[in-house]
């Protein structure tokens, strides 16, 4: 069974996720105007797009060719500069480091054998007193009957954390929350959100 998103993304006026997240919104101040921004499993674009208004140098990436396809027919719709690519976390073709990079709500759909390896290629390609913005799904509630054959990689409480000891923690949040999207389906998750500074 293909994820509720698919279909969502086809709708090309419509955010499937919402709006920008807060803790993007409120690192923008501190991000210099040429920034280099990377969004990894982009989806629609929600942080891509919002970023790419502001002026920034933003790259985005997502598994989805709808969602890839949404993102260009709205950069092109709003005359805003975003390079876009269908391909997996493992194969997308880094160039140089960046600014920030986004990973939100994507590190659970990646096989537990494969996080290290992903986690540590976006720490390598990031610019000292760069940014991680994370969001993910923990195990604090039962995976999603919709979802579980997509999110094959849920944390534990605060293991994300594990990764990160030696940048420097801007914010770590433990949360749950209920969802409901366009056909009806509703959710409820277990989200850690960690925002960390990688220090030279």
Excluded at 26 to 47: M, W
Aim: net charge negative.
């Amino acid at each position: 069974m293909k994820p509720f998103w698919e279909d969502e993304y086809l709708n090309k006026e419509k955010s499937t996720f919402g709006n920008p997240s807060k803790e993007v919104k409120e690192l923008v101040p501190y991000l210099k105007k040429d920034a280099k921004i990377l969004d990894v499993g982009c989806g629609d674009g929600r942080h891509a797009l919002y970023l790419a208004s502001l002026g920034f140098q933003v790259d985005a990436f997502d598994l989805s060719k709808n969602a890839i396809e949404k993102i260009d027919y709205l950069k092109q719709k709003n005359n805003l500069n975003i390079h876009t690519w269908v391909c997996d976390v493992l194969d997308y073709p880094f160039r140089y480091s960046y600014d920030l990079i986004i990973v939100h709500g994507v590190l659970q759909f990646i096989d537990k054998t494969k996080q290290p390896q992903v986690i540590e290629l976006l720490k390598k390609w990031t610019n000292v007193n760069g940014y991680h913005v994370i969001a993910l799904f923990t195990d604090e509630e039962p995976i999603p009957d919709d979802l579980k054959d997509v999110m094959v990689g849920v944390f534990k409480n605060e293991e994300i954390k594990d990764y990160y000891i030696n940048w420097k923690t801007l914010m770590f949040e433990n949360k749950k929350f209920h969802d409901e999207h366009e056909n009806g389906i509703k959710h409820l998750h277990a989200m850690n959100k960690l925002v960390v500074k990688k220090i030279g």
